[in-house]
């Protein structure tokens, strides 16, 4: 077998694409470059080939797999000071209870509200939204990763394509599709690259800020059609229910909905 087909499958078992390429963290990356050099220096008096060697492994773990040191992404977010992150492009993430989700988008630069009142993404955030990963499908756990939630928490239902992720019967939060698990997954992940502190804001705040971005999506992140809002109307035995929908007509699922 070549070399490079050898390198080339290892590298593809090693690589953990939501820590490197696009999805890189610039502040682990130096921190572990940094961690690298550190223990090549220490190996340099016992023997120069075991400091050589040990670089390079350490320095090719942190190209495949965006860091060397096990939960490095979370050690960076709740160690380094909010001024070194922000030389990589990180911001402290301060949302007060007072102030609402679109206001604090529109402060951030991420929502535009136009000359009759309707807000907008910003391109350039937009343009981060659209450049994350999809996920393969919704589960419990990606809920819980989209909420920064730990692994056992909350229950994960499932029911004619509306999804819950709820807390001894009380919702946490509540997916109209499969696309809206998708919208909030990206922004996560947007938001989290972006914003030291994000993983620490109680799941309510996560799940509204989430959800105000994905009410003022104008193009469909999956497949990039224009959405448009409906109107529908469910008659029960008893009432008129009326839901305003946006949705992306050529998905035929919602990214949001709204009693009136």
């Known amino acids: 077998m070549p070399l490079s087909r050898v390198t080339n499958d290892l590298g593809g078992r090693l690589r953990r694409d939501e820590y490197t390429g696009s999805n890189r ?4 990356t130096a921190v572990n470059v940094a961690l690298s050099a550190l223990v090549a220096v220490v190996l340099i008096p016992l023997s120069g080939v075991a400091a050589v ?7 090719a773990t942190v190209y495949f797999r965006g860091y060397l040191v096990p939960g490095t992404p979370e050690l960076t977010k709740r160690y380094l000071p909010s001024r070194l992150l ?4 990180k911001q402290p993430l301060t949302v007060s209870r007072e102030e609402s989700t679109d206001a604090w ?3 951030q630069g991420l929502l535009r509200e136009s000359s009759d009142g309707d807000f907008a993404l910003d391109p350039e955030f937009k343009a981060s939204l659209a450049a994350v990963d999809p996920p393969q ?3 419990a756990s990606l809920a819980r990763d989209i909420l920064e939630l730990p692994p056992t928490d909350g229950s994960f239902t499932s029911q004619q394509g509306r999804y819950t992720l709820s807390d ?4 946490i939060a509540a997916w109209p599709s499969s ?3 998708d919208a909030d997954l990206r922004a996560k992940a947007v938001f989290s690259e972006r914003y030291t502190g994000w993983n620490e804001r109680p799941p309510d705040e996560i799940a509204a800020l989430l959800r105000s971005v994905r009410a003022t999506v104008d193009r469909c992140l999956r497949c990039d059609e224009s959405t448009e809002y409906e109107q529908v109307t469910h008659e029960t035995c008893c009432a008129s229910v009326t839901v305003e929908r946006l949705t992306c007509p050529q998905c035929d699922e919602p990214l949001v909905e709204l009693r009136r």
Do not use: Y
């Open 105 to 107: 988008l529109l402060s």
């Open 25 to 28: 963290c610039w502040a682990c």
């Open 53 to 59: 060697v040990a670089l390079t492994g350490a320095l």
């Open 86 to 89: 922000a030389w990589f492009g």
């Open 179 to 181: 696309l809206a698990l």
């Open 168 to 171: 001894d019967g009380d919702p």
């Open 137 to 139: 499908s919704p589960s």
